[in-house]
């Protein structure tokens, strides 16, 4: 079955960093996109960051020269470094993929709290 499993998680400082990875399984993982979402209580889910199966990137704009997402299709996981990270990134990050528009898959979650 399909699984999307996010580890590295957890409590840093402010301008601390935090690199969080997601390993898939149960899919072709080299053809489908992965993104990076969070979502705080009370708010919408977010997209933080995205990676196409083809290697294109793109950023929230809140995230956009502090976060570097990237892939391993060799070893099926999607990661995501956290640099100079604030209290307003704390939220669960969810790790997610997108096969066009009729495949989506979810992992359960993982806490970032940035905070002193």
Known sequence: QVQLVESGGGLVQP???LRLSC????FIF???D???YRQVP?????LVAGITSGGRT???????GRFTISRDNAKNTVSLQMNSLN???TAVYYCNGAYGSRYEYWGQGTQVTVSS
Do not use: T
Not at 42 to 46: A, P, S, T, V, Y
Not at 58 to 64: E, F, I, R
């Open 15 to 17: 301008g601390g960093s």
């Open 23 to 26: 390993a898939a399984s149960g």
């Open 30 to 32: 080299s053809i489908v």
């Open 34 to 36: 992965m993104n990076w």
């Open 42 to 46: 009370g708010k919408q889910r977010e």
């Open 58 to 64: 793109n950023y929230g704009d809140s995230v956009k």
């Open 87 to 89: 209290p307003e990134d």
